[in-house]
């Protein structure tokens, strides 16, 4: 079987980032990725996307032209780890052994746990930012809702960028605002959770929009069914005393976000925690059973923020760590758990949350995180995407070691 120096599993923000930064720091590893998708999404690109303030298009680009030139790309699905012997095996039949691997296929996101989601989206004014097909579709909804009832959902946590539901709300409720049809739609937030946001610091700025778009916040209420040709959406809402009842709720638009687990290969894998994810030492970034293996992304057991922003952290961690273990040395970077939700409150504002582990405020610039920012919008607009195609794909260690998300 072939062997490299890196098997690298998922050509994501995290597979491609950190296999520019290895092979920045030393050209002639041997490395592999393995990636079944010829095209590779800026995720974060398509919140904006569904309040019209983004062009589809820029968050799409061939897997080919990102893989960096060093590297081998391997175009097919991980099927299982074979870690007693430094082995994957592919979906193609093949297997690939390596010296050490890094684990970052991302997140399984659960379109089928809700029953009668997958036939009803992308019509009967059912949709989506969690997805590249259906983000446009959000923004023309949004244009043509007028009147009636638009309901917003949360999954239970952990799902990738927290506040995205909460953003296409946002965006939403700003552009009905000042069509000045805003007081004939009522919208309505049902949140599986109990609180708006996981950091409370954030909270009472995000209260003060939700105020201002008039929104109810219905908590302990996660989306369960969804009848799309009668416009109907079915929660379990549990009460004070944990009792749950179904509440179906009529709409004339609903923007679903998944429930979101690890994939099936990672959870069924001998390198699962017990919740599925893969068990990562929330420091080194290693795994704690296999020393040979590392993971970053969304995959991870640890407890930081699901983000880019995070990742791009996380890149630099595992890069230096893997290579100081392939000299037999001490791993030297510890993670912090930085991670970033840039909340878009309102088309041109932003309230820039960047926390790490146990909630602690990480602020990248000595400005109060908490208040909305004409600047932050700007970054999260302008500057980030640029950051992420130009820089993190790209191993720019200087770009990497910045914080901001
Ligand atoms: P991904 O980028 O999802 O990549 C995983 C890759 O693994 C994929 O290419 C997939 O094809 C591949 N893969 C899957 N299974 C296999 C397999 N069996 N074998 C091999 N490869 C496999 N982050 C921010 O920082 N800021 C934001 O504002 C933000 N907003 C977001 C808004 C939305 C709507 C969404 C969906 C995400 C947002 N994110 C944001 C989160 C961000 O996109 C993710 O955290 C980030 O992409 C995680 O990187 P990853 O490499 O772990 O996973």
């Given at each position: 079987?072939p062997?490299f120096d890196?098997?690298?599993?998922g050509?994501?923000?995290a597979?491609i980032?950190?296999t520019?930064?290895l092979l920045?720091r030393?050209?002639?590893?041997r490395?592999?990725?393995?990636?079944?998708?010829?095209?590779?999404?800026?995720?974060?690109?398509?919140t904006?996307?569904?309040g019209g303030?983004f062009?589809i298009?820029k968050?799409?680009?061939?897997t080919?032209?990102?893989?960096?030139g060093?590297?081998?790309?391997?175009?097919?699905?991980?099927t299982?780890?074979?870690?007693?012997?430094?082995?994957?095996?592919?979906?193609?039949?093949r297997e690939l052994?390596?010296?050490?691997l890094?684990?970052?296929?991302?997140?399984?996101?659960g379109?089928d746990?809700i029953?009668?989601?997958?036939a009803?989206l992308?019509?009967?004014?059912?949709?989506?930012?969690?997805?590249?097909?259906?983000a446009?579709?959000?923004?023309?909804l949004?244009?043509?809702?007028r009147?009636g009832?638009?309901?917003?959902?949360?999954p239970?946590?952990?799902?990738?960028?927290?506040?995205?539901?909460?953003?296409?709300?946002?965006?939403?409720?700003?552009?009905w605002?000042?069509?000045?049809?805003?007081?004939?739609?009522d919208?309505e937030f049902n949140n599986?959770g109990?609180a708006?946001?996981?950091v409370?610091?954030?909270?009472?700025s995000?209260?003060?929009?939700?105020?201002?778009y008039?929104?109810?916040?219905?908590?302990?209420?996660?989306l369960?069914?969804v009848?799309?040709p009668?416009r109907?959406?079915?929660?379990?809402?549990?009460?004070?005393?944990?009792?749950?009842?179904?509440?179906d709720k009529p709409?004339?638009?609903l923007?679903?976000v998944?429930?979101?687990?690890?994939?099936?290969?990672?959870r069924?894998s001998?390198?699962?925690?017990p919740?599925?994810?893969?068990?990562t030492?929330?420091a080194t970034?290693?795994h704690p059973?296999y020393p040979n293996i590392?993971?970053?992304?969304d995959?991870?057991?640890?407890?930081?923020?699901k983000?880019?922003?995070a990742v791009?952290?996380?890149?630099?961690i595992v890069a230096r760590?893997?290579?100081a273990?392939r000299d037999?040395?001490?791993?030297p970077?510890a993670?912090?758990?930085?991670g970033?939700?840039?909340l878009?409150v309102?088309?041109?504002k932003?309230?820039?949350?960047e926390?790490?582990?146990?909630g602690?405020?990480l602020?990248?610039?000595?400005?109060?995180g908490?208040v909305a920012r004409?600047?932050?919008?700007?970054?999260?607009?302008?500057?980030l995407?640029?950051?992420y195609?130009?820089g993190?794909l790209k191993?720019?260690e200087?770009?990497?070691?910045t914080k901001?998300g």
């Amino acid at each position: 079987k072939p062997t490299f120096d890196i098997v690298v599993v998922g050509g994501g923000a995290a597979g491609i980032g950190v296999t520019a930064s290895l092979l920045r720091r030393q050209p002639r590893l041997r490395i592999a990725i393995v990636e079944p998708s010829d095209k590779h999404y800026y995720q974060p690109g398509w919140t904006l996307v569904g309040g019209g303030a983004f062009e589809i298009g820029k968050t799409v680009r061939p897997t080919a032209s990102l893989i960096p030139g060093d590297a081998q790309w391997i175009q097919a699905r991980v099927t299982r780890f074979a870690p007693e012997r430094d082995a994957v095996e592919l979906d193609d039949g093949r297997e690939l052994g390596y010296r050490h691997l890094i684990v970052c296929p991302g997140l399984q996101l659960g379109w089928d746990k809700i029953d009668g989601l997958e036939a009803s989206l992308g019509k009967h004014g059912v949709t989506s930012n969690y997805r590249f097909d259906l983000a446009p579709y959000t923004w023309q909804l949004v244009r043509e809702t007028r009147r009636g009832r638009a309901l917003f959902t949360q999954p239970p946590m952990p799902i990738k960028c927290a506040g995205a539901p909460q953003k296409a709300l946002y965006l939403a409720c700003d552009h009905w605002r000042r069509e000045g049809v805003l007081a004939n739609i009522d919208v309505e937030f049902n949140n599986a959770g109990a609180a708006l946001f996981g950091v409370a610091a954030f909270v009472p700025s995000l209260m003060r929009y939700i105020e201002r778009y008039h929104a109810a916040l219905a908590f302990n209420s996660n989306l369960v069914a969804v009848d799309g040709p009668n416009r109907v959406a079915t929660f379990a809402v549990k009460d004070a005393d944990g009792n749950v009842t179904r509440v179906d709720k009529p709409f004339d638009m609903l923007h679903v976000v998944p429930p979101q687990a690890a994939p099936d290969f990672i959870r069924t894998s001998p390198l699962a925690n017990p919740d599925g994810w893969c068990e990562t030492d929330p420091a080194t970034l290693r795994h704690p059973r296999y020393p040979n293996i590392f993971a970053l992304g969304d995959v991870c057991s640890t407890s930081n923020a699901k983000t880019a922003a995070a990742v791009r952290k996380q890149i630099v961690i595992v890069a230096r760590n893997l290579l100081a273990a392939r000299d037999g040395q001490p791993l030297p970077a510890a993670y912090d758990g930085y991670g970033a939700c840039p909340l878009t409150v309102e088309k041109g504002k932003v309230v820039f949350a960047e926390f790490g582990y146990g909630g602690k405020l990480l602020p990248t610039f000595p400005l109060d995180g908490t208040v909305a920012r004409r600047s932050s919008w700007h970054m999260k607009t302008k500057l980030l995407p640029w950051l992420y195609w130009e820089g993190m794909l790209k191993g720019h260690e200087w770009l990497t070691q910045t914080k901001a998300g």
